[in-house]
């Protein structure tokens, strides 16, 4: 019974066990000691409809990790099953957030000048735990979105301390196989709006979601909606390769034939200068925490946006993680790595 001890960890049944205990006995026989990471793969039937030959030769290739696609893999692997997620320190910086270090350079977004969500919200303003931050190493940006956003949705009718979902929990115990295997081998992100509908303990009515794209992104004021039910979900969001660096400024409209890959991020906060409103996203790079747009940059973004109205009082019977850094041990930086929405 070598699946057993992990049936709380993992969160597995009776059936996983049985089924992953068949399976592994067929392409190992009864005798092999096997890693944690091995015994995983199996637990979660990853490539169970596939041949044993074709199993065990895909694993024991990610196990050894001989290219660098597949080091990226077994990285990402490790991650899920040992690692989880971390909150690094923040060495030789007298500053508490990345957004009191951006604040501190562009004072633009200082509070007289700006709304800005976690910061002035009637229901977020004060609150010491309003502020959440993470870094994507990885393909992840689909379920970091989701998981600031509903931190912030919640936090808006709780005084007491809100967490965050803890995501390396989450794929490890609720992920279904076949995810899982093209989150580690082909670090393939997924649909935030999805995602962020799954992991909400209030299911929104469809009367209660705002989506706005093309026209009537164009037409919508969103300063108001910020005010009203606080942070959206930015979805969709198509990277030009001039998005990618350390420029925290995207304005006006453009044209690129061939993007890089789709984002997601939060819409935070606006400002107006001369009378046209330009809005702050919250943004998963550490070389670019936060963005700055204009509407048009958004359109030309194929951008959509999601504002969810329905209360969310408490969070979903998922790991939490309280830290207010959280930082995802997946390989390479996100800004150089960008895997596309589905």
């Not at 169970?48 to 001989?66: H, M, Y």
């Not at 951008?303 to 993680?321: G, R, V, W």
Request: aromatic residues 12%; glycine residues 4%.
């Amino acid at each position: 019974m070598i699946f057993t001890p992990f049936a709380e960890e993992w969160k597995l049944e009776a059936s996983d066990i049985e089924r992953a205990e068949k399976l592994f006995a067929q392409d190992y026989g009864t005798e092999k000691t096997s890693s944690k990471l091995l015994l995983f793969l199996y637990a979660k039937g990853i490539l169970a409809k596939k041949s044993s030959v074709i199993r065990k030769a895909e694993f024991e290739d990610l196990l050894n990790g001989d290219s660098v696609e597949l080091k990226k893999a077994f990285e990402r692997l490790t991650t899920i099953v040992n690692k989880g997620e971390t909150s690094p320190l923040r060495l030789n910086i007298e500053t508490d957030s990345a957004f009191t270090d951006f604040v501190a350079s562009h004072s633009e977004w200082k509070e007289e000048n700006s709304f800005v969500v976690f910061r002035d919200h009637e229901n977020l303003k004060g609150k010491s735990h309003a502020l959440v931050e993470r870094f994507q190493k990885s393909g992840l940006c689909y379920m970091h979105a989701c998981v600031v956003i509903q931190h912030y949705l919640v936090a808006m009718n709780n005084d007491k301390e809100v967490p965050m979902l803890n995501m390396a929990e989450y794929l490890k115990k609720y992920m279904s196989g076949k995810r899982l295997y093209q989150q580690i081998w082909s670090n393939k992100g997924g649909d935030s709006f999805d995602f962020l509908e799954s992991i909400l303990k209030q299911k929104p009515k469809s009367e209660s979601i705002i989506t706005l794209s093309n026209k009537f992104l164009a037409q919508t004021e969103m300063d108001n909606l910020l005010k009203s039910y606080g942070p959206a979900l930015v979805s969709g969001f198509a990277v030009a390769k001039h998005f990618i660096g350390p420029d925290w400024q995207h304005l006006g409209d453009y044209e690129v034939e061939n993007f890089e890959g789709r984002h997601a991020m939060v819409l935070v906060g606006y400002r107006v200068v001369d009378g046209k409103r330009l809005y702050l996203l919250q943004n998963w790079w550490k070389s670019k925490p936060y963005v700055e747009v204009d509407v048009d940059y958004l359109l030309s973004s194929k951008a959509t946006i999601h504002f969810i109205t329905e209360k969310q009082l408490e969070m979903a019977d998922y790991p939490t993680n309280l830290q207010v850094l959280v930082e995802c041990e997946f390989g390479i930086d996100a800004s150089e790595n960008f895997i596309p929405e589905n």
